[in-house]
């Protein structure tokens, strides 16, 4: 990765001194910058932290970060178990994992009724904790635009032999590679590389959320 080179010489440290910091070895630091190899998803994180950026700017650039998505809050009405005649029906389809793909059991009779006009198309409940860097918590619901493609750094909801994930993407043709990014450092990103990509649905875009009442 050329960017941990450029920031490396921004901050006026050495290869030596990274490592030291990291914990790993200097051939380690220069097989990053190079593009031989990459850091896993914690060390990873220890870089964005250490350098003071985003792990979207670090993993795929400025023009790629995105920021978190917002909350769909509950009106008081609403908590109390009524609705508002000012709301808007979303459709339920089951749910979606945050963390192992899991079945999304799609229900055309289940509606989700709340004070919003976002522009989705569904919604998913959350299951897991992979995606609580992004605030997304497990039994959240999370609101979906149906779209066939997402920009990198979008979370999005991903089929996966006709199984449901909810994770971060970056695509990336000419390698012909797509990475789905968790936002909790105890999962480790899944990626797909050519014919493996065949598997791969996007389903549509995250553009809210809900989060549940705790």
């Given at each position: 990765m050329n960017r941990i080179k450029q920031l490396r010489k921004e901050k006026?440290?050495?290869?030596?001194?990274?490592?030291?910091?990291?914990?790993?070895?200097?051939?380690a630091i220069s097989q990053w910058e190079t593009g031989r190899t990459n850091p896993d998803l914690d060390t990873a994180k220890k870089l964005a932290a250490y350098f003071s950026v985003t792990l979207d700017y670090l993993l795929a650039g400025e023009e790629f970060r995105n920021p978190t998505l917002p909350t769909v809050s509950p009106t008081d009405g609403e908590r109390a178990g009524f609705l508002s005649a000012n709301r808007r029906r979303y459709p339920m389809l089951g749910d979606i994992a945050c963390g192992e793909p899991i079945f999304a059991d799609e229900d055309r009779e289940s509606f989700?009724?709340?004070?919003s006009d976002i522009d989705a198309d569904f919604c998913l409940r959350a299951k897991g904790d992979s995606m609580v860097g992004a605030r997304i918590c497990d039994g959240d619901l999370v609101f979906i635009k149906q779209v066939p493609m997402v920009e990198n750094g979008d979370i999005a909801a991903v089929i996966i032999g006709g199984e449901a994930t909810l994770k971060?993407?970056?695509y990336y043709p000419e390698r012909n590679k797509l990475v789905l990014a968790p936002e909790n450092a105890r999962y480790e990103p899944f990626v797909y590389i050519g014919l493996e990509l065949e598997e791969v649905r996007i389903l549509g875009k995250a553009v809210a959320f809900q989060s549940s009442v705790r």
């Open positions: 006026g440290i050495s290869q030596v001194k990274l490592a030291e910091t990291l914990g790993v070895h200097q051939t989700v009724d709340v004070m971060r993407v970056y």
